[in-house]
């Protein structure tokens, strides 16, 4: 049977995962050094923003329409599977316009394209706003001068989910569909299987991985194991520039290979796939009394600030977007420093947009790194090089969670195609 190994389990390696997990013809192994949804996964809000978008064409639209559709067939197929319950809130998105934003020609030829592509977007008057969510300022205070809110969109079919319930659904029902989930295991290696002439079926590479574990007398113990694999998927986000260098640093890299884009706006690439991290820091906020519409509850976004609505009078507001300082910025950075003033602009940006949250308590505060590729659009989704049948599913920057669905069709595409022509 063929062997799949995938490299990583936030919600892109997870949902790759399940989506492989739906052919029978393949063995899949996922190693993460981590719990799933640690990393950039479990710092997401989940925002879902895709018919409100402004892509219109191209790979950036159909990924996007791609995966609105197939969350919609996801959710309840793996609540099913699972008996999980996944938080999916289905009152859409409610995008604040400005007064000196675009004009109203602009977002009525967006709705009628949108419609022509099966979702419906509202525009909404200010009257049509208050009414519909009544919990809605009316003026956002900027340093540059107010900003008068005069209606909104309404996108009917865009969607918000928690990603890391999700995760743990995505690997619940893979694992049940027999894939196997190996935590706590930090790929070190992955080489060519030894032997000149390999015979037909057998695995042409070897992954290598360190596992801990303690003892009786909890000393730690280091241990290092090593599985074969016909197929490689690597999703690890910050950690896939040293893993990509390591490949590409090794034998593996054979001028002969033909490389396989997924698609023709994709390309294979002979460099290490250098991502580097975007901060991004928000707050949970727990109201003191109840707004004043229960039934309806979206997500309200504005200037790039996002309100989302949880269980009755929790919160998530979020985020800031923070670059690494260009003096420090170096291939495969990690992390990036923070700043305390940003997260605090948009606490009083989110204080205007929804004027109860000022009046609530912060509970939880976090910061996550979005994996950002350099000088490059985001997703990377492409074969290694020149290495035959190592494939890299990262980069998504801020739409992880949106765009993973499509991500897995596609990576499942390629890599039938590649077993398909063995």
């Given at each position: 049977m063929n062997h799949v190994i995938i490299v990583g389990c936030g919600v892109v390696g997870a949902t790759i995962a399940y989506e492989l997990s739906l052919n029978?013809?393949?063995?899949?192994?996922?190693?993460?050094?981590?719990?799933?949804?640690?990393?950039?996964?479990?710092?997401?809000?989940?925002?879902?923003?895709?018919a409100i978008s402004q892509k219109k064409k191209g790979r950036a639209w159909s990924m996007r329409d791609a995966s609105i559709r197939r969350y919609a067939t996801l959710v309840p197929e793996l609540e099913a599977a699972t008996g999980m319950h996944i938080p999916y809130n289905q009152d859409g998105i409610v995008l604040l316009r400005f007064e000196g934003d675009e004009d109203d020609e602009k977002w009525r030829t967006l709705a009628t394209l949108r419609q022509s592509q099966g979702w419906q977007l509202d525009l909404w008057d200010k009257a049509t706003l208050h009414r519909r969510c009544p919990d809605v300022g009316d003026v956002l205070r900027t340093p540059e001068g107010d900003r008068l809110i005069i209606g909104a969109v309404h996108s009917v079919h865009d969607r918000q989910i928690d990603p890391v319930a999700l995760t743990h659904a995505l690997v619940a029902a893979a694992q049940r569909n027999g894939v196997e989930f190996l935590f706590d295991a930090a790929v070190t290696t992955i080489a060519r299987t030894d032997g000149a002439g390999l015979a037909s079926g057998q695995a042409p590479y070897h992954v290598e991985y360190c596992c801990s574990s303690r003892d009786d007398t909890q000393e730690v113990m280091v241990t290092r194991q090593s599985l074969p694999a016909h197929q490689i998927v690597i999703s690890t986000g910050l950690g896939t520039f040293p893993l990509t260098a390591a490949v590409l640093n090794s034998a593996l890299h054979s001028p002969s290979s033909t490389p396989q884009p997924i698609e023709k706006t994709s390309t294979s690439t002979s460099a290490p796939v250098d991502i580097r991290p975007v901060a991004g820091q928000a707050v949970r906020i727990k109201l003191s009394q109840p707004t004043i519409n229960t039934a309806f509850t979206p997500v309200i976004s504005g200037n790039d600030i996002h309100v989302v609505p949880l269980k009755a009078g929790d919160y998530w507001v979020g985020a800031t977007v923070e670059f690494p300082d260009e003096a420090a910025a170096r291939a495969g950075m990690q992390d990036c420093a923070v700043r305390d003033a940003l997260l605090e602009t948009v606490l009083k940006g989110a204080y205007d947009l929804f004027p109860l949250l000022s009046e609530g308590t912060i509970t939880q505060q976090w910061i996550g790194y979005r994996p950002r590729p350099w000088n490059r659009p985001a997703p990377v989704i492409e074969t290694l090089g020149h290495v035959p049948n190592i494939i890299v599913a990262t980069g998504h920057y801020r739409n992880g969670v949106l765009l993973a669905p499509a991500t897995a069709q596609q990576v499942r595409a390629l890599i039938e195609s590649q077993y398909n022509g063995q």
């Open positions: 029978s013809a393949f063995r899949i192994t996922v190693l993460d050094r981590q719990l799933p949804a640690q990393a950039s996964t479990g710092a997401a809000l989940g925002v879902l923003m895709g």
